[in-house]
T-cell receptor
Framework: AQSVTQLGSHVSVSEGALVLLRCNYS??????LFWYVQYPNQGLQLLLK??????LVKGINGFEAEFKKSETSFHLTKPSAHMSDAAEYFC??????????FGTGTRLQVFP | KAGVTQTPRYLIKTRGQQVTLSCSPI?????VSWYQQTPGQGLQFLFE???????NKGNFPGRFSGRQFSNSRSEMNVSTLELGDSALYLC?????????????FGPGTRLLVL
């Protein structure tokens, strides 16, 4: 069975600091991996996705993620946090049956 | 291009009632999936419809059902509501439904069961 683990339900950073949100996956087949962001009272917005074309994936709003098969990880990073990045972030894996399996989410707080 | 729309955005019901939620996918998208989001269980897959057929189903009781129309719009229905059904219900659409395809989410319907 496929699963996703997000380490750290809450992450706090200062504005301008590096953002690192962790995601590890379990999959018996080559996975498709996604990062979504959810702002308060809104749906999910795709940040980026990995579909085996390149291990370093660049997304919107300056975010990127690196697929590391040896570590079964797909961590999300951003070099410099902005106040507007405060939101909840979800890592997800797509399995053979086409549904998305989500992690439990990481709430990012950005302090001035 | 208009995004995924969901109606209503907010809903209050009482236990035992039933509710119908609606989702209009992005134009040209034929696959619609539904997810339930709660603080305790997180985001969980309910079901997926493609070309008016349920193609995939999550681990939810039979009180949860759905359908898709010929124009790809989808509805989900919850009968005999329970307090635990209070959640944000999210709909997502994609073109054809390959698992590498991006799912685009609507804003959700927030259901409160009293």
């Amino acid at each position: 069975a496929q699963s996703v683990t997000q380490l750290g339900s809450h992450v706090s950073v200062s504005e301008g600091a590096l953002v690192l949100l962790r995601c590890n996956y379990s999959s018996s087949v080559p996975p498709y991996l996604f990062w979504y962001v959810q702002y308060p009272n809104q749906g999910l917005q795709l940040l980026l996705k990995y579909t085996s074309a390149a291990t370093l994936v660049k997304g919107i709003n300056g975010f990127e993620a690196e697929f590391k098969k040896s570590e079964t990880s797909f961590h999300l990073t951003k070099p410099s946090a902005h106040m507007s990045d405060a939101a909840e972030y979800f890592c997800a894996v797509s399995n053979n049956t086409d549904k998305l399996i989500f992690g439990t989410g990481t709430r990012l707080q950005v302090f001035p | 291009k208009a995004g995924v729309t969901q109606t209503p955005r907010y809903l209050i019901k009482t236990r035992g009632q039933q509710v119908t939620l609606s989702c209009s996918p992005i134009s040209g998208h034929r696959s619609v999936s539904w997810y339930q989001q709660t603080p305790g269980q997180g985001l969980q897959f309910l079901f997926e419809y493609f070309s008016e057929t349920q193609r995939n189903k999550g681990n939810f009781p039979g009180r949860f059902s759905g359908r898709q129309f010929s124009n790809s719009r989808s509805e989900m229905n919850v009968s005999t509501l329970e307090l635990g059904d209070s959640a944000l219900y999210l709909c997502a659409s994609r073109k054809a439904g390959g698992h590498q395809e991006t799912q685009y989410f609507g804003p959700g319907t927030r259901l409160l069961v009293l």
